[in-house]
T-cell receptor
Framework: DAKTTQPPSMDCAEGRAANLPCNHSTISGNEYVYWYRQIHSQGPQYIIHGLKNNETNEMASLIITEDRKSSTLILPHATLRDTAVYYC????????????FGAGTQVVVTP | DTGVSQNPRHKITKRGQNVTFRCDPISEHNRLYWYRQTLGQGPEFLTYFQNEAQLEKSRLLSDRFSAERPKGSFSTLEIQRTEQGDSAMYLC????????????FGPGTRLTVL
């Protein structure tokens, strides 16, 4: 599975949109982009995933560039409860499904 | 609460003791994964079950580690002769068999080896 690169940390003001970038320049055609987050001392929580089209759900939006080499997770109205480590992961659909986590981005939402 | 449960939530043990953790998956999930997470790092894959068959093991899973999933339901992870380096959060995740289905993680078991 392709590797991903994320900034180690970012701050966001409460109520503002948080835009989390991820680079996956070696992504293959059968690899999906997944986002998870992990609030301190809890298990990772699934947020969203996509292949090449932009996706939106009740938690976030995922914007994937046309060449699929990067993506952005958007939290539209950040709250203090969104403070967490956010992981961007690429995974092939024909793999056993294991997830390869990097170090992620520590997002701190401030009042 | 994702529906994946893990017990115990916390375990403190002395070096050299054996410990066993349990994961109960969401009932219709036939794929089960164990991960280990040390402080400041992302989770690392340990092993994968499809039903009762253990199909993949990471090199991180030394011979002191053993995992089972009898009858394809709950799973156990045992660590024998624990070492201080085994101190970590042990996470279980499960999913259905659909190729793009997501993994749902349990709350983890935090192991501290003194």
């Amino acid at each position: 599975d392709a590797k991903t690169t994320q900034p180690p940390s970012m701050d966001c003001a409460e109520g503002r949109a948080a835009n989390l970038p991820c680079n996956h320049s070696t992504i293959s055609g059968n690899e999906y982009v997944y986002w998870y987050r992990q609030i301190h001392s809890q298990g990772p929580q699934y947020i969203i995933h996509g292949l090449k089209n932009n996706e939106t759900n009740e938690m976030a939006s995922l914007i994937i560039t046309e060449d699929r080499k990067s993506s952005t997770l958007i939290l539209p109205h950040a709250t203090l409860r969104d403070t967490a480590v956010y992981y961007c992961i690429v995974r092939a659909t024909d793999s056993w499904g294991k997830l390869q986590f990097g170090a992620g981005t520590q997002v701190v939402v401030t009042p | 609460d994702t529906g994946v449960s893990q017990n115990p939530r916390h375990k403190i043990t002395k070096r050299g003791q054996n410990v066993t953790f349990r994961c109960d998956p969401i009932s219709e999930h036939n794929r089960l994964y164990w991960y280990r997470q040390t402080l400041g790092q992302g989770p690392e894959f340990l092993t994968y079950f499809q039903n009762e068959a253990q199909l993949e093991k990471s090199r991180l899973l030394s011979d002191r580690f053993s995992a089972e999933r009898p009858k394809g339901s709950f799973s156990t992870l045992e660590i024998q002769r624990t070492e201080q380096g085994d101190s970590a959060m042990y996470l279980c995740a499960t999913r259905t068999g659909h190729s793009t289905d997501t993994q749902y993680f349990g709350p983890g078991t935090r192991l501290t080896v003194l």
